[in-house]
């Protein structure tokens, strides 16, 4: 019984104690107290109920309510949860407080957080559209300026088509039945219309009896007046140079630099407009200088240099006369030039001239055209990249006319011409066909024209600009064919927009490759192959002959399209190498597929 009692009140006594401790004890844990009822299934509440949605949710705002929390809280250590899920709130988050603003654990909220983010949503999204509609636009206008050709740029000589004139047959402006400067100027656009990107003046200066005598030469700084004045040359200048063309002019060679003057005469004359200094100095320096510095002409074709490459003073004239035109101008020889000059004055010769004229005929048949283009693009000058390129003619001052000599083949030989690699000239009149005296009437009733007998009056197809005759000279034997001109204007273009023709040669780890070849094939015809890395090769096919050649060229081509003819009908036709026809006189430049 007393060991009853004392169990009973040893008992009574550790519950007191426990029921002590348990009020002592920080409510940062929650108690399961068996005397608390669980939650039947039936009482639980979605918290996104219709029956919990009808009351607001608790928001940072709500200030009264988190303060009711707050002190519910705080009263955790007297009272246990209901549910053994409950969560006693931990003493270490007492430190909730309002007080204007909301703070927890003792840290303000961001003022961010009270922005008006419905307009900064709105600002945003306009700012990111305006970036996308921005970059849109500078992706179009990026495609919109890419250039639809990605063709090599040259020099303003190089690859180019040039235009001869002289001026005193071109065209007369004031009835006086002689051509001049002024009715130059007014032909320019169309000059340009042909294609040319520049123009050469033949003899322009003063002369006893110009221009029938237009070679003996009285002043090399002096315009002759019989086709205008200095002014009048000025206003042709400015107005080539307005249409992005430039200006040659023929200079004959009378004289070489002096040694020991070349310093002084470089300091005194290169920007001087005073030709009274020209008696000082040699002429041809003067005259080159004055030209080039005063009156801005853009290159000089080196008339009889050919005669001074054996001089002591050679090789230092040309380095003086380069150095007085400077950048961008250039000189032109002639093929005899290059021929003639050895050793020193040849290496001077290909690095100071920009041009050598090769004249092109058929005087040796075609047999001997083919081995000529041969010979030239064997030679000397595709031997490096920086020595001169070719000047190709068929037609000029010192030679009788093309349509003279091979009136059937004018169109012919002029494709030939434009498909070569190199720079291409056309001699005035040539472009309709037009044609000189022939050398038997010359040497009878017309001696008196012996040296002027090609250098017929030009012919316009607008009748108002065939006013009047030139008295001085005969005109064209042969009627003008203006239906020329629309083959010419092809050739033109065709060139100018196609490397494959207008490039010389491949250049490939600084060696020059050939990018030509002349296929060999019936007596009559001419077939030239032009190639080019990544770019159409183009076939040009001419028949010199008086009849038709029916051949089969499959073996080297298969076919490729027409863009240009001496037929204007036939370009864009597609042609098939397997079995074809080439009309006499005819003359096609396909551009094969890749």
Request: with cysteine; charged share 20%.
């Amino acid at each position: 019984m007393n060991e009853s009692s004392e169990n009973t009140l040893s008992s009574a006594a550790t519950d007191l104690e426990t029921l002590d401790y348990l009020r002592g004890v920080k409510s940062s844990t929650c108690l399961l107290l068996p005397s608390t009822p669980s939650p039947s299934p039936m009482d639980f509440k979605h918290p996104l109920s219709e029956e919990m949605n009808e009351e607001p949710f608790v928001t940072l705002n709500d200030a009264p309510d988190l303060t009711n929390i707050q002190t519910d809280a705080s009263a955790g250590d007297s009272s246990s949860s209901g549910d053994s899920n409950s969560v006693v709130q931990d003493p270490a988050d007492e430190d909730i407080k309002l007080n204007g603003s909301l703070k927890l654990n003792n840290r303000k909220l961001p003022n961010f957080v009270n922005w008006n983010w419905i307009i900064i949503r709105k600002i945003l999204l306009w700012v990111v559209l305006s970036g996308l509609v921005a970059c849109l636009g500078a992706i179009i206008g990026m495609v919109v300026t890419i250039p639809k050709t990605c063709n090599p740029d040259l020099p303003w000589y190089q690859g180019k088509v040039f235009y001869e004139i002289f001026p005193a047959s071109f065209k007369d402006t004031n009835n006086d039945g002689m051509g001049d400067l002024k009715g130059l100027i007014k032909k320019l656009d169309y000059i340009q219309d042909l294609g040319a990107s520049a123009v050469r003046l033949n003899y322009v200066f003063q002369a006893h009896h110009y221009p029938e005598k237009y070679f003996n030469i009285t002043s090399l700084t002096n315009i002759d007046r019989s086709i205008g004045i200095l002014k009048d040359f000025q206003d042709l200048v400015e107005e080539v140079h307005k249409r992005n063309m430039s200006i040659v002019l023929d200079i004959p060679v009378k004289s070489l630099a002096v040694p020991g003057l070349a310093a002084n005469f470089t300091h005194a004359f290169l920007f001087s407009n005073d030709t009274s200094l020209v008696s000082y100095y040699d002429e041809t320096s003067a005259a080159i200088a004055y030209w080039a510095r005063a009156q801005k002409v853009d290159g000089f074709y080196l008339k009889d240099l050919e005669s001074y490459v054996d001089d002591v003073n050679f090789g230092r004239t040309l380095q003086i006369w380069k150095q007085i035109i400077g950048n961008g101008k250039i000189f032109i020889a002639s093929e005899h030039a290059l021929e003639k000059a050895k050793g020193d004055a040849l290496n001077v010769l290909l690095s100071r001239v920009d041009l050598i004229d090769v004249h092109l005929d058929l005087n040796d048949g075609i047999d001997g055209l083919k081995k000529r283009i041969d010979k030239v693009l064997m030679g000397k000058l595709w031997s490096k990249p920086h020595y001169p390129w070719v000047h190709w003619n068929i037609g000029n001052i010192n030679s009788e006319r093309v349509s003279t000599k091979h009136i059937q083949n004018t169109l012919a030989l002029t494709a030939l011409e434009f498909v070569l690699p190199g720079t291409v000239s056309v001699f005035y009149g040539d472009e309709v066909g037009l044609g000189g005296v022939p050398p038997h009437q010359v040497e009878g009733d017309f001696y008196e024209h012996k040296d002027v007998h090609n250098l017929v009056p030009m012919s316009f197809s607008d009748k108002n600009s065939n006013v009047g005759i030139l008295p001085w000279n005969s005109q064209s034997v042969l009627e003008p064919r203006y239906h020329f001109l629309d083959v010419i204007t092809t050739l033109s273009k065709l060139r100018l927009d196609t490397p494959t023709i207008y490039l010389r040669a491949i250049y490939k780890e600084g060696n020059m490759l050939k990018s030509m070849g002349i296929r060999e094939t019936e007596d009559n015809l001419v077939v030239v192959e032009r190639w080019y890395p990544r770019r159409n090769t183009c076939v040009f096919v001419g028949n010199f002959g008086n009849s038709s050649i029916t051949t089969d060229l499959s073996t080297m081509f298969y076919g490729g399209t027409v863009v240009a003819a001496s037929n204007t009908t036939m370009v864009g036709e597609v042609l098939y190498f397997d079995h074809i026809t080439f009309l006499p006189y005819s003359a096609v430049i396909l551009k094969l597929e890749k």
